[in-house]
C-alpha cells in the first residue's frame, strides 16, 4: 500500500525531492503515437508550466526533463522564502494561481476590511503560505491544468495522468548529484537526442544555452549551480556548473550494458571530490528511479530518517550501502 505523502516528504529531513508524473498507461500523450498523431507541443505545456510556477511557489526548480508520456522534476522547496513574504505577497501569489476571493481581492485593492472577516482572511493567508512552499500542491497545480487542456484538444474527459505523482528524497549530495545527472539524460538514454544540449524541454538546454549566449549569469528560473563552497547568503545547487556539464558529458558517453559507449581511463573530478566509485556512479546515474525507492541517500542517513517517520524496514537500504557509500 502507498504510504501517505507525509511519509514520503519531510522538509525538515531534506529541502530536495525528485517528482515523476506519468501518462495514463504510459502512453505517448505528449509526444508521437503509434498512430503517427503528434502531440509534441505538449511537452512544451509542461514545460512552460513548471517555470511559471517556480515564479509562484516557494520553490526552485534544479532540474526538468519533459518526455512523451512522463516527466521528471527535481525541486528544492525553498521554505525560509516562503516564511519571509508578507501576508500581501501570499495573497498576490495565491491569487495568481486561482481566482482568489472578494475578500482576498479587497485586501489587494487596499480597501477596509472588518476585524472578524480580517481575522477569518489571516487564518487563510495561513495556509495558503503553507500551499505555496508544499509539494503536493506545486504538482497538483501543474499536472491539473495541463490535463484540462489535453482533454480539451481531444475533446474527451478522464484521467491524464497515472493516480498521484512518485516523489524520491534526495538525502545528501551523491544523491542529489546522480539524481540530476539521470533526469538530464533522460532523453539522450531514449534516443530522443543525441546530446544534452539537443535535449528538448529539459534544464540542461536551457542551461549550455545560457552559457553559449554568454550570459553572465545562469537561468533566472532554474536554481544555480553555486560550486563545492556554498555562499552562505544564498542557495545553490552545491557543485560548479562547469564540473558538473563536463560531468553530465562524460556519464552520457560511458558504457551501458544497453548502450554503445566507452569508459576512459580518467574521470570526473567531481566523483574523486565526493569519493564516488566511477562504475557506483554509472549505475546510480543510469538506474536511479529503478533502484532507489523514496529516500536516497547514504545507508545512515535513510536509517536516521526511517526511525524518525516510523518505518519498520529501509526502502532501498541495499542500494544505497553498496552505491552510495
Known amino acids: 500500500m502507498p504510504k501517505p505523502r507525509n511519509a514520503q516528504i519531510s522538509v525538515e529531513a531534506t529541502p530536495f525531492y525528485h517528482c515523476i508524473s506519468r501518462c495514463v498507461r504510459q ?57 519571509s513574504w508578507s501576508d500581501r505577497e501570499v495573497v498576490r501569489r495565491w491569487n495568481t494561481l486561482f481566482t482568489g476571493t472578494e475578500l482576498s481581492w479587497r485586501y489587494l485593492r487596499g480597501e477596509p476590511i472588518e ?49 498521484r505523482f512518485k516523489s524520491q528524497a534526495l538525502l545528501d549530495e551523491k544523491a542529489l548529484l546522480a539524481c540530476l545527472a539521470y533526469v538530464d539524460l533522460n532523453p539522450v538514454r531514449a534516443n530522443l537526442a543525441r546530446t544534452p544540449e539537443g535535449s528538448q524541454y529539459t534544464s540542461i538546454q536551457r542551461r549550455i544555452n545560457a552559457l553559449k549566449s554568454e550570459q553572465s549569469h545562469q537561468p533566472a528560473k532554474l536554481m544555480p549551480f553555486t560550486g563545492s563552497h556554498r555562499n552562505k547568503s544564498s542557495q545553490g545547487i552545491p557543485f560548479a556548473l562547469d564540473d558538473y556539464l563536463a560531468l553530465v558529458d562524460w556519464t552520457g558517453r560511458a558504457q551501458r550494458e544497453d548502450k554503445p559507449g566507452y569508459i576512459h581511463q580518467s574521470y570526473p573530478p567531481i566523483l574523486q571530490r565526493l569519493n564516488f566509485d566511477p562504475n557506483h556512479w554509472l549505475t546510480a546515474s543510469h538506474k536511479f528511479e529503478s533502484h532507489f525507492r523514496g529516500w536516497v541517500g547514504a545507508f545512515y542517513r535513510l536509517k536516521s530518517v526511517c526511525a524518525k517517520l516510523g518505518y519498520k524496514r529501509i526502502p532501498g537500504g541495499a542500494n544505497a550501502r553498496l552505491l552510495l557509500v
Open 27 to 83: 502512453a505517448y500523450l505528449c509526444g508521437q503515437d503509434t498512430d503517427g498523431r503528434d502531440y509534441s507541443h505538449r511537452r512544451k505545456w509542461v514545460e512552460s508550466r513548471i517555470l511559471f510556477l517556480s515564479s509562484v511557489f516557494a520553490m526552485d526548480v534544479c532540474a526538468y526533463a519533459v518526455m512523451s508520456n512522463h516527466f521528471h522534476v527535481v525541486l528544492h522547496v525553498n521554505a525560509s522564502n516562503a516564511a
Open 115 to 163: 476585524d472578524a472577516h480580517f481575522h477569518l482572511l489571516k487564518k487563510q493567508i495561513a495556509v495558503w503560505r503553507q500551499r505555496l512552499a508544499c509539494i503536493s500542491w506545486f504538482m497538483r497545480c501543474l499536472n491539473e491544468p495541463i490535463a484540462r487542456m489535453a482533454n480539451r484538444e481531444d475533446g474527451c474527459t478522464g484521467r491524464f495522468w497515472e493516480g
